[in-house]
């Protein structure tokens, strides 16, 4: 079975050269010949089962894979069993997406679904092998068509196993086969248009190299060749001598028919006959008559084909040119045009021995070159083109020439620059043209020459001014368009429409629409924005029944890409010499910069509006020569004024000034005008209601180019809030700094109450646990030591009070000296050494290198420094570190850092540190002493240094406080 399909496809090709199978059915073969293909190989799989050799069924599945027609495999239930790659590639799905059986429902349009699902139907009764073609739509959305072929496929027993469907893409072969009948027929219509007809004799045996008589064949003329003779069809393909020599016109006829009768018999294969016909109603045609023989390889005649041409209108043309010749060389005579003319005939081309005196030059020609005939007639073509052509155009006028002279071409159009000989260079354009005779023979060479040196720079002028009024069109963004009507036509369809270039860019939309919109009156429909569609078009019409000349619209257009632009379009009416509208023409420009620049402005000018309304601002403007103020409408309201309800003026704003500030307003503008400078000057208004408002005028003055004030410019401001405000600050303010005072002065008093008492309890204590008095009993020593104790903490509390007192108040002055900075440390380390001993802490210093000396008060640094220390020792604990760091830098100062490995602190708190009174905990769970003075102090204290603290901590890492004094403070080895 496969080899008998295999040797079907391979003879299906036999029978196409053979011409005994059309393309049609050359494609329905085919694919039953594939479908009977891939049936063998299912039958052979099926046949051999799970127990089949593994190559024969790799070789189906190949072939099904690799074969070029499309194959498609169904169960009987029309389920898809198996497809090949070319479904795949034709649909442009992969194989993978193919597997989705609802996607082959989508490449068939709707349409044509039911005939598909008949094909593969195998309860309709139609005999397999079918016939179907449908379309496919692509996955890239292009229809395809196919041509298919369905076969059966069934067990031995008969049962039917599947259907295969083979189908072959057929588009391009519809396309082909469209293209030749379209061919044929332009060719039909242009052979009729020619009045050209074709023949063809064909012999009905073997004839040999020649023809004796033509009688052994039969003619065959196309149905043209009866329109040129006016006879029917059957008596030219009749053959017959006497016949067709009846058609000649009798003064033709013998010498016709014997050239024909020669021809036939002799050994050329080409004849080209002219001659006349006569018709049954006694008119006569020029006919022109080309034979041709057709041989095979051997060299036997196996046909004769031809064709008749009609000239009698050429012929008729030519008679009408020979009677204008004479007023053509009149012409030629008033134009400037020279001519000259070349007998050819009986001599080669190349021949070096063609007579001067076949070689004419007119008048006209001399006059044009400046050469005589004589000259022409002496010296050669290269040497003309050494005389005359200028070396930029000699190569190319001398090739083209000489192509000319050899007979290599027949006619040429050049154009060169010429060197006249008394009128310089100039521009000529020469053409010439050759005439042969029917065996190829010259005949004659026909030139012209002209000078085009005035058209030509005519020409380029214009085209200058053309590029001008192109790229000024450009650069202006505009545009043209134009439309005629007819005058006598009331419709006023509009018959002609022109939409430029310019046009086509600024609008986005391309001539040929915008030209076929104007031409089917959708123009002004399609394209204006709905708001100003009604605008235009009233306008256009009123444009074209005469209503109005001419009209200026602005109007929004929209473009195919749906974007929007604003245009102004100008046009006016054309009328002809009876004052009829015969058209229009107009330009339109780009103004979508200047509207949405217009439209910024307004938006603008509304915000500053918005902005002076809510900030109760307005600006003036006052002309020096004169006197106009204009002013924006807060101005109005901050006068109690509606706007722009009255004029505002110099006087009318001074009689609104309060009467104890007018004056002073007066000879502050008398002062600016005289000695123009910027000024600011705060006065009081009275309003109509007798309120009073507080404003501020400031202003500047605008000078021209020789310095003269032409111009006053500024604004007024409402500052009655602001000036109430500033009051109830300033009383504010007062009432702090005094209740400041007070507090200052009520810790210091306290404090110095407090400390009178307090020495005595802790004096008193040291007595008694000193046993001075006498012996104490044991059991009161615990409570001595606490009394003791308590007040050495509330006489330190009271020393940070008076401390911080003397730095509010401003008594607390630094004494500063150049002090040795490492023993500061170490001092001050020593003196919490025994704290830190007792906490279990481990309290370390390590400086870098040598430390300078500080120029500041060494108590001050002792006490920042104990206040830290303290301060990391509470906060650390037991097992801790607290280390002390100190470095210098040139740049940065000196540097003494307090690092701690203790909680941390919030982040939140971090801000209030440094504040009085404000802890590094929470007030709700603070478990340490202190009132938060000592990082308030400390502050203060680096500040007076001209320093600062840095403080960084967070929960779980510790915190790190670092001392930094400036450089100045530094003393180097050179100053110390």
Same mark, same amino acid.
């Given at each position: 079975m496969l080899l008998l399909a295999s040797t079907t496809l391979a003879g299906l090709g036999w029978l196409q050269w053979r011409g005994e199978l059309t393309t049609a059915n050359l494609v329905s073969v085919a694919a039953v010949a594939v479908a009977g293909t891939v049936a063998a190989f299912l039958h052979q799989r099926r046949s051999h089962g799970l127990a089949a050799e593994v190559a024969p069924q790799i070789l189906a599945d190949a072939v099904i894979d690799q074969a070029p027609a499309l194959l498609v495999i169904t169960d009987p239930r029309g389920r898809l069993i198996r497809y090949n790659k070319a479904c795949a590639d034709l649909s442009g799905y992969s194989m993978t997406e193919l597997a989705n059986p609802q996607l082959w429902r989508q490449f068939v349009p709707a349409e044509e679904r039911a005939s598909v699902a008949r094909a593969i139907d195998v309860n309709s009764g139609e005999a397999f092998p079918r016939s179907n073609q449908n379309h496919w739509i692509t996955k890239g959305g292009e229809r395809r068509l196919l041509r298919w072929t369905c076969s059966d496929i069934r067990d031995r027993g008969g049962q039917l196993k599947a259907i295969v469907a083979a189908g072959l893409d057929i588009t391009d072969l519809r396309h082909s086969e469209s293209r030749s009948e379209r061919a044929a027929s332009a060719l039909q219509r242009a052979h009729r248009i020619a009045r050209l007809a074709h023949w063809t004799w064909l012999p009905e045996r073997d004839i040999g190299p020649g023809i004796v008589d033509d009688s052994v064949g039969r003619y065959i003329y196309s149905a043209e060749a009866a329109d040129i003779f006016e006879v029917t069809l059957e008596t030219l393909n009749d053959g017959e001598d006497a016949a067709y020599a009846a058609l000649i016109h009798p003064e033709d006829r013998d010498a016709a028919m014997q050239v024909y009768h020669d021809f036939l018999k002799g050994p050329g294969d080409q004849l080209s006959q002219d001659y006349r016909i006569r018709r049954a109603n006694g008119d006569y045609r020029h006919i022109r008559v080309i034979s041709e023989k057709l041989r095979d390889g051997n060299g036997d005649i196996t046909e004769l084909t031809g064709i008749v041409q009609d000239l009698t209108e050429l012929r008729r043309a030519e008679l009408a040119a020979l009677q204008v010749q004479a007023i053509l060389i009149a012409a030629h005579r008033l134009a400037g045009i020279g001519y000259w003319f070349w007998d050819e005939s009986g001599f080669p081309l190349q021949s070096p021995n063609l007579p001067a005196s076949r070689y004419r030059y007119s008048a006209e020609a001399q006059a044009v070159s400046g050469i005589s005939e004589a000259e022409m007639r002496a010296i050669d073509t290269e040497q003309f083109c050494r005389r005359y052509v200028h070396e930029n155009d000699r190569a190319r006028v001398v090739a083209t020439m000489l192509r000319f002279r050899s007979g290599n071409v027949d006619q040429y159009t050049l154009e060169y620059t010429y060197l006249h000989p008394t009128r310089g260079e100039r521009i000529l354009r020469s053409v010439a043209v050759r005439e042969r005779d029917a065996a190829g023979n010259a005949l004659h060479a026909t030139g012209l020459i002209?000078?085009?040196?005035?058209?030509?720079?005519?020409?380029?002028?214009? &085209?200058?001014?053309?590029?001008?009024?192109?790229?000024?069109?450009?650069?202006?963004?505009?545009?043209?368009? +134009?439309?005629?009507?007819?005058?006598?036509?009331?419709?006023?369809?509009?018959?002609?429409?022109?939409? !430029?270039?310019?046009?086509?860019?600024?609008?986005?939309?391309?001539?040929?629409?915008?030209?076929?919109?104007?031409?089917?009156?959708?123009?002004?429909?399609?394209?204006?924005? %709905?708001?100003?569609?009604?605008?235009? $078009?009233?306008?256009?019409?009123?444009? &074209?029944?005469?209503?109005?000349?001419?009209?200026?619209?602005?109007?929004?257009?929209?473009?195919?890409?749906?974007?929007?632009?604003?245009?102004?379009?100008?046009?006016?009416?054309?009328?002809?010499?009876?004052?009829?509208?015969?058209?229009?023409?107009?330009?339109?420009?780009?103004?979508?910069?200047?509207?949405?620049?217009?439209?910024?402005?307004? &938006?603008?000018?509304?915000?500053?509006?918005?902005?002076?309304?809510?900030?109760?601002?307005?600006?003036?403007?006052?002309?020096?020569?004169?006197?106009?103020?204009?002013?924006?409408?807060?101005?109005?309201?901050?006068?109690?004024?509606?706007?722009?309800?009255?004029?505002? !003026?110099?006087?009318?704003?001074?009689?609104?000034?309060?009467?104890?500030?007018?004056?002073?307003?007066?000879?502050?503008?008398?002062?600016?005008?005289?000695?123009?400078?910027?000024?600011?000057?705060?006065?009081?208004?009275?309003?109509?209601?007798?309120?009073?408002?507080?404003? &501020?005028?400031?202003?500047?003055?605008?000078?021209?180019?020789?310095?003269?004030?032409?111009?006053?410019?500024?604004?007024?401001?409402?500052?009655?809030? #602001?000036?109430?405000?500033?009051?109830?600050?300033?009383?504010?303010?007062?009432?702090?700094?005094?209740?400041?005072?007070?507090?200052?002065?009520?810790?210091?008093? $306290?404090?110095?109450?407090?400390?009178?008492?307090?020495?005595?309890?802790?004096?008193?204590?040291?007595?008694?646990?000193?046993?001075? $008095? *006498?012996?104490?009993?044991?059991?009161?020593?615990?409570?001595?030591?606490?009394?003791? +104790?308590?007040?050495?903490?509330?006489?330190?509390?009271?020393?940070?009070?008076?401390?911080? +007192?003397?730095?509010?108040?401003? @008594?607390?002055?630094?004494?500063?000296? %150049?002090?040795?900075?490492?023993?500061?440390?170490? @001092?001050?380390?020593?003196?919490?050494?025994?704290?830190?001993?007792?906490?279990?802490?481990?309290? !370390?210093?390590?400086?870098?290198?040598?430390?300078?000396?500080?120029?500041?008060?060494?108590?001050?640094?002792?006490?920042?420094?104990?206040?830290?220390?303290?301060?990391?020792?509470?906060?650390?604990?037991?097992?801790?570190?607290?280390?002390?760091?100190?470095?210098?830098?040139? @740049?940065?100062?000196?540097?003494?850092?307090?690092?701690?490995?203790?909680?941390?602190?919030?982040?939140?708190?971090?801000?209030?540190?440094?504040?009085?009174?404000?802890?590094?905990?929470?007030?709700?769970?603070?478990?340490?002493? *202190?009132?938060?003075?000592? #990082?308030?102090? +400390?502050?203060?204290? $680096?500040?007076?240094?001209? *320093?600062?603290?840095?403080?960084? !901590?967070? %929960?779980?890492? *510790?915190?790190?406080?670092?001392?930094?004094? %400036?450089?100045?403070?530094?003393?180097?080895?050179?100053?110390?």
């Open positions: 002209l000078d085009i040196t005035d058209m030509r720079r005519g020409e380029l002028a214009l &085209r200058d001014k053309e590029y001008q009024l192109e790229a000024a069109h450009h650069l202006a963004r505009l545009g043209y368009w +134009s439309w005629l009507i007819e005058p006598q036509d009331d419709s006023g369809i509009i018959k002609s429409a022109i939409w !430029s270039k310019e046009a086509a860019t600024i609008s986005g939309i391309d001539s040929a629409s915008a030209e076929a919109a104007m031409l089917d009156g959708s123009f002004e429909h399609r394209f204006p924005h %709905p708001d100003d569609r009604l605008r235009l $078009m009233r306008a256009l019409a009123e444009l &074209r029944d005469g209503r109005r000349q001419s009209y200026d619209l602005d109007y929004r257009l929209r473009r195919p890409d749906g974007s929007e632009i604003w245009l102004r379009s100008l046009a006016e009416n054309i009328k002809d010499d009876q004052g009829r509208v015969v058209g229009a023409f107009g330009v339109i420009q780009d103004i979508s910069e200047r509207k949405n620049a217009e439209a910024g402005l307004r &938006r603008a000018h509304q915000s500053l509006a918005n902005a002076q309304r809510i900030s109760h601002v307005g600006n003036w403007a006052r002309v020096i020569a004169t006197g106009e103020v204009t002013c924006s409408d807060e101005v109005y309201r901050i006068f109690g004024l509606e706007p722009g309800r009255t004029p505002f !003026s110099v006087d009318l704003m001074l009689s609104y000034v309060h009467p104890e500030d007018r004056q002073r307003l007066i000879e502050d503008m008398e002062r600016t005008v005289a000695n123009p400078a910027p000024f600011q000057i705060e006065h009081r208004v009275v309003l109509a209601d007798g309120s009073i408002k507080v404003v &501020r005028q400031q202003g500047e003055a605008q000078l021209d180019s020789d310095g003269k004030l032409v111009r006053l410019e500024g604004i007024i401001l409402d500052i009655t809030d #602001l000036k109430a405000r500033e009051q109830a600050l300033n009383q504010a303010r007062i009432r702090a700094e005094m209740a400041d005072r007070a507090k200052t002065e009520f810790l210091a008093n $306290m404090s110095h109450e407090l400390r009178t008492p307090l020495n005595a309890v802790i004096g008193f204590s040291d007595v008694l646990a000193q046993q001075i $008095m *006498g012996p104490i009993p044991a059991a009161y020593a615990e409570s001595i030591d606490a009394i003791r +104790s308590s007040g050495r903490h509330l006489l330190e509390i009271i020393g940070d009070l008076l401390e911080m +007192s003397r730095i509010e108040s401003g @008594d607390r002055y630094l004494q500063e000296f %150049p002090f040795d900075v490492k023993a500061a440390i170490h @001092d001050t380390a020593r003196h919490f050494t025994a704290q830190a001993q007792r906490d279990g802490i481990a309290l !370390s210093v390590d400086e870098t290198g040598r430390l300078p000396d500080l120029v500041g008060e060494e108590r001050a640094f002792k006490q920042v420094l104990g206040n830290l220390l303290s301060n990391a020792l509470k906060f650390t604990p037991r097992h801790g570190r607290v280390t002390i760091t100190a470095t210098s830098d040139a @740049d940065a100062g000196l540097l003494v850092a307090v690092s701690d490995t203790g909680k941390g602190i919030d982040p939140k708190l971090l801000p209030q540190l440094g504040k009085p009174f404000a802890q590094g905990e929470s007030s709700l769970s603070r478990r340490y002493g *202190g009132v938060g003075l000592g #990082l308030a102090i +400390s502050r203060r204290l $680096m500040h007076m240094h001209g *320093g600062r603290l840095e403080i960084t !901590s967070a %929960p779980g890492a *510790g915190t790190r406080v670092i001392m930094i004094f %400036p450089p100045e403070r530094v003393l180097s080895e050179n100053t110390r």
